[in-house]
């Protein structure tokens, strides 16, 4: 694109020495005109506002204990972890075979749903034997 718009022909010098320039009083006017607009009460509200904003998330960071529960969430972790890695094998063998979901849900029944095999939980084995599944796979 930038060997388009300067090409440097005759006709890009014809159009650059014959454009119309704005009258003098007419660029004297505007500058005035802008010089006078220009104020630094703008600068000054976003200095307060930046500020206030500033205050009010300290404030209420400080209310809610954001920073200060962070900190206390690295400790807590560090002391969940600690012993935690400090479990012995026999501790590990106790614990063999128990997830969170079979405490939660109970063992797992193997049905057949309308000739499909699924395993679903104990406590739902008996709605699947009141509308007609049977217990074991199909």
């Not at 300067?6 to 014809?14: A, I, N, Q, S, Y």
């Not at 009010?56 to 972890?81: H, I, R």
């Not at 849900?105 to 084995?125: E, S």
């Amino acid at each position: 694109m930038t060997g388009f718009w300067k090409r440097g022909d005759e006709l890009e010098r014809k159009l650059r020495a014959e454009r119309p320039e704005p009258r003098s009083e007419f660029v004297h006017m505007l500058a005035d005109h802008v010089d006078t607009k220009r104020s630094r009460k703008p600068a000054r509200i976003r200095v307060v506002f930046a500020v206030a904003i500033t205050g009010a998330l300290a404030l209420s960071l400080s209310v809610f204990g954001g920073l200060g529960y962070a900190a206390s969430a690295v400790k807590q972790t560090a002391e969940a972890v600690v012993p935690a890695a400090h479990d012995s094998d026999k501790d590990k063998d106790k614990d063999k075979g128990k997830s969170a979901a079979k405490g939660q849900y109970g063992d797992p029944v193997v049905i057949c749903h309308h000739n499909h095999t699924i395993t679903i939980n104990a406590h739902a084995l008996p709605a699947h034997l009141a509308h007609g599944d049977t217990i074991g796979p199909c």
